[in-house]
Nanobody, 117 residues
Framework: QVQLVESGGGLVQAGGSLRLSCAASRSIFSAYNMGWYRQAPGKQRELVAILTTGGSTNYADSVKGRFTISRDNAKNTMYLQMNSLKPEDTAVYYC???????????WGQGTQVTVSS
């Protein structure tokens, strides 16, 4: 089992920045592809960014150039640096860990990000 705990959400004005953190209960980054997803009210959950076990990254077009996904192996923590935030970035952000062989999939509880105009 893996527990994922997100933190760092909050209320920010448009153009501002936030950094989300996702702390894993144990060392998993060598075996799990990590991702950030978000879900806005009335919308489906969508992929924001992915960080593979090999260190490759991929971003949704809507956040490219503004968001950066990273990890600290020593701290078992993944991050999402969000810059130039827009009101349309408002959502609950979820951390995901997906085993590279498909054996397991874990989600955090989510953290609310609200961007005011």
């Amino acid at each position: 089992q893996v527990q994922l705990v997100e933190s760092g959400g909050g209320l920010v004005q448009a153009g501002g920045s936030l950094r989300l953190s996702c702390a894993a209960s144990r060392s998993i980054f060598s075996a799990y592809n990590m991702g950030w997803y978000r879900q806005a009210p009335g919308k489906q959950r969508e992929l924001v960014a992915i960080l593979t076990t090999g260190g490759s990254t991929n971003y949704a077009d809507s956040v490219k150039g503004r968001f950066t996904i990273s990890r600290d192996n020593a701290k078992n923590t993944m991050y999402l640096q969000m810059n130039s935030l827009k009101p349309e970035d408002t959502a609950v952000y979820y951390c995901n860990a997906n085993h590279r062989a498909g054996w397991a999939d874990y989600w955090g509880q989510g953290t609310q990000v609200t961007v005011s105009s």
